[in-house]
T-cell receptor, first 114, second 114 residues
């Protein structure tokens, strides 16, 4: 089944404790991205990647890191999480970059930072 | 800059009622327009899309027409069902902008009562 998977689905952590949220797709997609969803704000892009070893900042990159060492994986790293990073996170992928290509979303990771 | 505004929710309807969720946009260039749906506890799924002016996207009884003159992409359904209860997001994408990232409205929660 073609899908985007994320792990963990739920995470409660404390301020300053490094964490990684994994994202994997099995569709051989080139383009991957991370969004965060906050009430009243919709989804906002954190980082994106056009292909292996090619990543760039989205609209709200502060406090996050990403890497793209393999085509299928695009982990999101919070080196020193803070309470304002409490949010619902979605990974997405599409065959290629560009508006013509449908983006497929993972099921989401709900992160709480205390 | 590029942005999407959609009507605030929550919207509560009775089964078989007519649904309209308003969406307007601001964009430079020629955006593609999308409606995504998020069912409780799940990721976003593409509901329909339109890539140029006067295009009509349709799926599962939902429709939306790309109106360039009014910069709108309103979502409609003639007869809603309880199973349509979800959060609906209007979004746009412009290919040259960060690889075609999606810019979302804030989401409209729909609740359909039997």
């Amino acid at each position: 089944e073609a899908q985007v998977t994320q792990n963990p689905r739920y995470l409660i952590t404390v301020t300053g404790k490094k964490l990684t949220v994994t994202c994997s797709q099995n569709m051989n997609h080139e383009y991957m991205s991370w969004y965060r969803q906050d009430p009243g704000l919709g989804l906002r892009q954190i980082y994106y990647s056009m292909n292996v070893e090619v990543t760039d900042k989205g609209d709200v990159p502060e406090g996050y890191k990403v890497s793209r060492k393999e085509k299928r994986n695009f982990p999101l790293i919070l080196e020193s999480p803070s309470p304002n990073q409490t949010s619902l996170y979605f990974c997405a992928s599409s065959l290629r970059q560009g508006a013509a290509y449908e983006q497929y979303f993972g099921p989401g990771t709900r992160l709480t930072v205390t | 800059g590029n942005s999407v505004t959609q009507m605030e929710g929550p919207v509560t309807l009775s089964e078989e009622a007519f649904l309209t969720i308003n969406c307007t946009y601001t964009a430079t260039g020629y955006p593609s327009l999308f409606w995504y749906v998020q069912y409780p506890g799940e990721g976003l799924q593409l509901l329909l899309k339109a890539t140029k002016a006067d295009d009509k996207g349709s799926n599962k009884g939902f429709e939306a027409t790309y109106r360039k003159e009014t910069t709108s992409f309103h979502l409609e359904k003639g007869s809603v069902q309880v199973s349509d209860s979800a959060v609906y997001f209007c979004a746009l994408s412009v290919t040259y902008n960060q690889g075609g990232k999606l810019i979302f409205g804030q989401g409209t929660e729909l609740s359909v009562k039997p």
